[in-house]
């Protein structure tokens, strides 16, 4: 249904308006498609039951990319304003991103105030507040400053690069701040934790998704990349990364909406690669994802169920999907079929995020604007839409809506001062207001909770409670063995399964063998459900080479032989003696076909690949440029090491498409790939991977002579070992074949021009 009656935010002086340009939010539409936020809100569609409002427009609001809320409710926004300002790009590099903190002081549900807190950005792209600080993504910098009185009084290096290469599509973000109390980012390996002491602590962790990351109730996170809908981990966030040969853990990176397509409400030919048999339908309606960002595992305790929603800025749209738990595993499907949660007649209409909030709403990030595609994968066809209907103005645009269902008793929360009310909220039905809690306490250092905390521990009527019970005192460095054995006695096994989670952060603590010991008499009874947790528990607590350690994964490895799971999460503590531990177990399970020795021998063959690298470092250094090029336009797909990133693209190292033809690899760089690829035996298709890679001839940002040397890293990186190099004039004699081509090529229409080989 239509959203009617709504009311709209005033613009807050006429200076700010003049500053900003045009008063958009003054009329209710105009000749250049801009709608004002009142024409917006009329133009979405929302499913029945629902309501939407505005919460924040522009000038007060401008191309916002991420947000936090602050304990007093206060909105804190990143803004990329900066991103693309026209279809080439140019100006990306302008330092006028901000920081901005948005109140309400009427208490009236709209912001009202905006306070710059940090300006003269370069593309900001992430948020969170921590420890009284703000840690801030400005690429490829993570940045930590300071909080004194409202101001930024001092600013420290927590990372040069955490986003460092790739594009704007491809950096890392999220600043997600775990139920684990660390730190999580989409498009990124790594996590972080700010120590008691002031201290930054960086460590491994799983590659996961492209923009945007969610948490359930269990602290497992969610993902996802443009052209799929819903990825996440069936196992806690920490686990499961200590051995680099793995290149799939089980239980990391599953798919769980499998389901892709999407149900504009409007035509939106303005896609990047719209011209492509099946993007659109018959009437010029995108067919599937192909901007998926932003997820959500909804908490706020108003929506019934467990809900996933996901943005379509392309297709101006919200996704919802409902999610089901059968065991440790997490499925889903689409909540609708032929419709969507809300959608939008409004083509600038640009939902980028998607986060919960004090008063359990859904808050919906739109950058309101034209060009949402980044001029480093623009093909032409889209330059020419946004041309024909003059997308590319006006700028300087931004909302923030909420959306929650009308008979809802919507309250926020207002957090407290005193710690044992603070405790208290741990049990709240908004899963916002207890992670604020929690995030609260452990920020202080409030160790006077400890009893309080403790004492939920024991209860049995409030799982989630005491799930934050125990991570607090974690946080705190006040979580006991004892406290452990305490929460394995409960009777919900998923709060037995975050005692494990938790029992690593003892280490150092306490003897690591007693550990092991907790968690071999956790699952004593052989309860599957909780094996892969003791078992990835076990593996972060140290190697195979000691004796407590190898004992009890030998032991698993026999028990659980055929079960992939607990195989990978053995696997994980075998780092750098995989073929050892592969003898071992072979003396006790002599079968071969059990899946722990097929896990085994792909981690063995992996570890002999990486006596490559001194290959690959004389090749960086041969090829400097290509190795540049590669790295912001090629290896956030591709990997770093070549080898493929699980749900965008396949391999590069040991491809036919790569060692082959050299004439026939060049053309596919140019111009592109659609549809299924056949690479070393597997045939990729969507959704294992992006349905399409696109061409590059038309990006004028990339010379030949830098292209030539990319294509001949490649080719001799990774064991490819071509033994030759393409030089510039081999892309001229490409482009000359195919001219001005614009459409990718199909597997089929490579192997017609140039052959198999």
């Given at each position: 249904?239509?959203?009617?009656?709504?009311?709209?935010?005033?613009?807050?002086?006429?200076?700010?308006?003049?500053?900003?340009?045009?008063?958009?939010?003054?009329?209710?539409?105009?000749?250049?498609?801009?709608?004002?936020?009142?024409?917006?809100?009329?133009?979405?569609?929302?499913?029945?039951?629902?309501?939407?409002?505005?919460?924040?427009?522009?000038?007060?609001?401008?191309?916002?990319?991420?947000?936090?809320?602050?304990?007093?409710?206060?909105?804190?926004?990143?803004?990329?304003?900066?991103?693309?300002?026209?279809?080439?790009?140019?100006?990306?590099?302008?330092?006028?991103?901000?920081?901005?903190?948005?109140?309400?002081?009427?208490?009236?549900?709209?912001?009202?105030?905006?306070?710059?807190?940090?300006?003269?950005?370069?593309?900001?792209?992430?948020?969170?507040?921590?420890?009284?600080?703000?840690?801030?993504?400005?690429?490829?910098?993570?940045?930590?400053?300071?909080i004194h009185d409202g101001h930024p009084v001092g600013r420290?290096?927590?990372?040069?690069?955490?986003?460092?290469?790739?594009?704007?599509?491809?950096?890392?973000?999220?600043?997600?701040?775990?139920?684990?109390?660390?730190?999580?980012?989409?498009?990124?390996?790594?996590?972080?934790?700010?120590?008691?002491?002031?201290?930054?602590?960086?460590?491994?962790?799983?590659?996961?998704?492209?923009?945007?990351?969610?948490?359930?109730?269990?602290?497992?996170?969610?993902?996802?990349?443009?052209?799929?809908?819903?990825?996440?981990?069936?196992?806690?966030?920490?686990?499961?990364?200590?051995?680099?040969?793995?290149?799939?853990?089980?239980?990391?990176?599953?798919?769980?909406?499998?389901?892709?397509?999407?149900?504009?409400?409007?035509?939106?030919?303005?896609?990047?690669?719209?011209?492509?048999?099946?993007?659109?339908?018959?009437?010029?309606?995108?067919?599937?994802?192909?901007?998926?960002?932003?997820?959500?595992?909804?908490?706020?305790?108003?929506?019934?169920?467990?809900?996933?929603?996901?943005?379509?800025?392309?297709?101006?749209?919200?996704?919802?999907?409902?999610?089901?738990?059968?065991?440790?595993?997490?499925?889903?499907?689409?909540?609708?079929?032929?419709?969507?949660?809300?959608?939008?007649?409004?083509?600038?209409?640009?939902?980028?995020?998607?986060?919960?909030?004090?008063?359990?709403?859904?808050?919906?990030?739109?950058?309101?604007?034209g060009i949402i595609q980044h001029s480093t994968y623009l093909?032409?066809?889209?330059?020419?839409?946004?041309?024909?209907?003059?997308?590319?103005?006006?700028?300087?645009?931004?909302?923030?809506?909420?959306?929650?269902?009308?008979?809802?008793?919507?309250?926020?929360?207002?957090?407290?001062?005193?710690?044992?009310?603070?405790?208290?909220?741990?049990?709240?039905?908004?899963?916002?207001?207890?992670?604020?809690?929690?995030?609260?306490?452990?920020?202080?250092?409030?160790?006077?909770?400890?009893?309080?905390?403790?004492?939920?521990?024991?209860?049995?009527?409030?799982?989630?409670?005491?799930?934050?019970?125990?991570?607090?005192?974690?946080?705190?460095?006040?979580?006991?063995?004892?406290?452990?054995?305490?929460?394995?006695?409960?009777?919900?096994?998923?709060?037995?399964?975050?005692?494990?989670?938790?029992?690593?952060?003892?280490?150092?603590?306490?003897?690591?063998?007693?550990?092991?010991?907790?968690?071999?008499?956790?699952?004593?009874?052989?309860?599957?459900?909780?094996?892969?947790?003791?078992?990835?528990?076990?593996?972060?607590?140290?190697?195979?080479?000691?004796?407590?350690?190898?004992?009890?994964?030998?032991?698993?490895?026999?028990?659980?032989?055929?079960?992939?799971?607990?195989?990978?999460?053995?696997?994980?503590?075998?780092?750098?003696?995989?073929?050892?531990?592969?003898?071992?177990?072979?003396?006790?399970?002599?079968?071969?076909?059990?899946?722990?020795?097929?896990?085994?021998?792909?981690?063995?063959?992996?570890?002999?690949?990486?006596?490559?690298?001194?290959?690959?470092?004389?090749?960086?250094?041969?090829?400097?440029?290509?190795?540049?090029?590669?790295?912001?336009?090629?290896?956030?797909?591709?990997?770093?090491?070549?080898?493929?990133?699980?749900?965008?693209?396949?391999?590069?190292?040991?491809?036919?498409?790569?060692?082959?033809?050299?004439?026939?690899?060049?053309?596919?760089?140019?111009?592109?790939?659609?549809?299924?690829?056949?690479?070393?035996?597997?045939?990729?298709?969507?959704?294992?991977?992006?349905?399409?890679?696109?061409?590059?001839?038309?990006?004028?940002?990339?010379?030949?002579?830098?292209?030539?040397?990319?294509?001949?890293?490649?080719?001799?990186?990774?064991?490819?070992?071509?033994?030759?190099?393409?030089?510039?004039?081999?892309?001229?004699?490409?482009?000359?074949?195919?001219?001005?081509?614009?459409?990718?090529?199909?597997?089929?229409?490579?192997?017609?021009?140039?052959?198999?080989?």
């Open positions: 249904m239509k959203i009617k009656n709504v009311t709209f935010f005033c613009p807050l002086t006429a200076l700010v308006l003049l500053v900003y340009g045009v008063c958009v939010q003054c009329r209710s539409t105009s000749h250049d498609g801009v709608l004002s936020p009142e024409a917006s809100l009329r133009a979405m569609e929302l499913e029945e039951g629902f309501e939407v409002a505005l919460v924040a427009a522009e000038p007060l609001v401008v191309a916002p990319v991420a947000m936090t809320f602050d304990d007093r409710g206060r909105i804190w926004v990143a803004e990329m304003d900066g991103y693309m300002p026209d279809t080439a790009g140019t100006g990306e590099d302008a330092p006028v991103g901000r920081i901005v903190i948005l109140e309400d002081t009427d208490d009236d549900g709209r912001m009202d105030k905006r306070t710059v807190f940090l300006d003269s950005l370069v593309m900001p792209r992430a948020l969170c507040l921590v420890n009284g600080g703000l840690l801030m993504a400005e690429p490829p910098n993570l940045w930590f400053y300071e420290s290096l927590v990372d040069s690069a955490y986003a460092e290469g790739g594009n704007v599509e491809h950096q890392p973000n999220g600043l997600l701040r775990g139920l684990d109390n660390w730190i999580y980012s989409a498009k990124y390996d790594w996590r972080y934790r700010r120590l008691p002491d002031g201290t930054w602590e960086k460590a491994k962790t799983h590659f996961r998704g492209q923009w945007g990351i969610s948490q359930d109730n269990w602290g497992r996170l969610y993902y996802n990349d443009n052209s799929s809908n819903l990825y996440g981990d069936y196992f806690p966030p920490g686990f499961g990364a200590g051995n680099l040969g793995q290149r799939r853990v089980a239980g990391y990176g599953q798919t769980i909406v499998a389901d892709t397509r999407v149900y504009p409400i409007r035509p939106t030919t303005g896609v990047n690669r719209g011209y492509m048999e099946g993007v659109l339908d018959t009437t010029g309606r995108l067919v599937n994802f192909t901007a998926a960002c932003g997820p959500l595992i909804y908490r706020g305790g108003l929506i019934p169920g467990e809900n996933a929603f996901v943005a379509e800025p392309s297709a101006n749209l919200i996704k919802r999907n409902v999610l089901t738990e059968e065991g440790f595993r997490m499925t889903g499907k689409q909540a609708y079929e032929g419709k969507e949660f809300l959608a939008s007649h409004d083509e600038r209409f640009r939902p980028v995020n998607l986060f919960d909030g004090p008063d359990g709403a859904l808050y919906i990030l739109d950058m309101y604007r093909t032409p066809y889209l330059k020419d839409e946004i041309t024909k209907r003059g997308l590319a103005r006006p700028l300087g645009m931004g909302r923030i809506y909420r959306v929650f269902p009308k008979d809802s008793k919507r309250h926020r929360v207002a957090m407290p001062r005193r710690t044992d009310s603070l405790v208290a909220l741990l049990g709240h039905g908004n899963g916002w207001v207890r992670d604020q809690a929690q995030r609260i306490l452990v920020d202080r250092q409030a160790v006077d909770a400890t009893a309080g905390l403790r004492a939920l521990l024991h209860g049995t009527a409030r799982p989630l409670q005491c799930t934050h019970a125990l991570w607090t005192l974690e946080g705190l460095g006040q979580l006991t063995a004892s406290d452990i054995q305490t929460v394995l006695a409960h009777p919900q096994w998923q709060v037995r399964a975050q005692a494990l989670a938790a029992l690593p952060s003892l280490a150092g603590m306490a003897a690591k063998d007693d550990l092991v010991a907790i968690a071999e008499k956790a699952v004593a009874n052989g309860d599957t459900l909780l094996v892969p947790y003791a078992a990835l528990a076990v593996a972060s607590l140290g190697t195979v080479r000691e004796p407590a350690i190898m004992r009890i994964m030998e032991r698993w490895a026999t028990q659980y032989a055929d079960n992939r799971y607990v195989a990978d999460a053995i696997i994980s503590a075998a780092t750098g003696h995989e073929a050892q531990f592969m003898r071992a177990v072979a003396k006790r399970v002599p079968d071969t076909s059990m899946v722990v020795h097929k896990r085994l021998l792909s981690v063995v063959d992996a570890a002999n690949e990486r006596a490559d690298r001194d290959n690959q470092e004389q090749l960086a250094k041969h090829y400097a440029n290509g190795i540049t090029l590669f790295r912001n336009a090629c290896q956030p797909c591709h990997g770093e090491d070549g080898r493929g990133v699980s749900s965008i693209a396949p391999p590069l190292a040991g491809s036919e498409w790569v060692q082959g033809d050299k004439e026939r690899l060049i053309a596919l760089v140019l111009y592109g790939l659609t549809g299924p690829v056949d690479v070393g035996g597997h045939t990729y298709r969507a959704p294992e991977v992006s349905g399409e890679m696109p061409g590059i001839a038309h990006n004028p940002a990339i010379d030949d002579a830098d292209l030539a040397q990319l294509l001949s890293y490649i080719r001799n990186a990774w064991g490819n070992n071509t033994g030759d190099e393409v030089v510039p004039e081999d892309l001229g004699t490409v482009r000359s074949k195919f001219g001005g081509r614009t459409q990718p090529f199909t597997q089929d229409e490579l192997y017609e021009l140039f052959g198999k080989h």
